[in-house]
């Protein structure tokens, strides 16, 4: 066997085991994809034994969430990014006494206090997670508004990730559109008055502008 025969059986043996290395690369990480999302939903429903007044509430924001951000066309991954991250959103409920979560009147000021500590719970709960997103600080932020009149930090306008202005106004939209302990559900054309009423000033505009349009397109519908 000559030289340019040998060259050319090396190259042919080096892409068929570079090509099966690939292969064996993205089996893993479809594994590894499988597991952290079992391990998300598996977190998801640890809130929702914590708080079952709010059982569904994280799945459906997780749902409207996703299709406002399908709607403002951003990417497939941005997407599933914020599908997951709305799926535990609410994950720091779990520190709240559950006499607080289902209280059926008004919070006094310090039980009102203790729930606004639920987005740093998550955060910390979340923070040593690697991610492919930024989970830890959506979570953190998605009670922030755009006049920095939210909590924990006061962010303003594009201090906020784009991924948290969308789960806020979801996260609205669906808390009020839904039944509490404390009053009834609201329709959801009111929610969204709601939110467009206040967009500029709590609520990104364009996500706002997104939600209606989802709705108003029937491009979703809470089950």
Request: proline share 5%; hydrophobic share 40%; glycine share 4%.
């Amino acid at each position: 066997m000559n030289d340019v025969a040998r060259m050319r059986r090396r190259v042919v043996k080096l892409e068929a085991d570079c090509k099966r290395a690939k292969e064996e690369l993205e089996r893993t990480f479809k594994i590894l994809r499988r597991a952290m999302k079992g391990t998300i939903y598996a977190m998801a429903l640890v809130v929702e034994i914590k708080d079952p007044s709010t059982a569904q509430h994280q799945r459906r924001v997780a749902k409207l969430a996703s299709a406002i951000a399908r709607k403002m066309s951003l990417s497939e991954e941005e997407i599933e990014g914020i599908q997951m991250t709305a799926a535990i959103h609410d994950v720091g409920r779990i520190y709240v006494p559950p006499e607080i979560l289902g209280k059926p009147t008004r919070l006094s000021d310090i039980e009102f206090s203790m729930v606004k500590t639920h987005p740093k719970v998550g955060y910390d709960i979340l923070k040593m997670v690697q991610f492919p997103w930024p989970i830890a600080q959506i979570v953190l932020q998605h009670h922030e508004r755009m006049d920095g009149s939210g909590y924990p930090r006061g962010l303003s306008r594009k201090d906020i990730l784009l991924d948290a202005r969308i789960l806020a106004v979801a996260d609205v939209v669906e808390a009020l559109a839904s039944p509490r302990s404390y009053r009834p559900a609201r329709a959801v054309d009111k929610a969204l008055e709601e939110i467009s009423k206040n967009k500029g000033v709590l609520y990104d505009p364009e996500v706002a502008d997104a939600c209606s349009k989802v709705f108003a397109d029937r491009c979703f519908e809470f089950a």
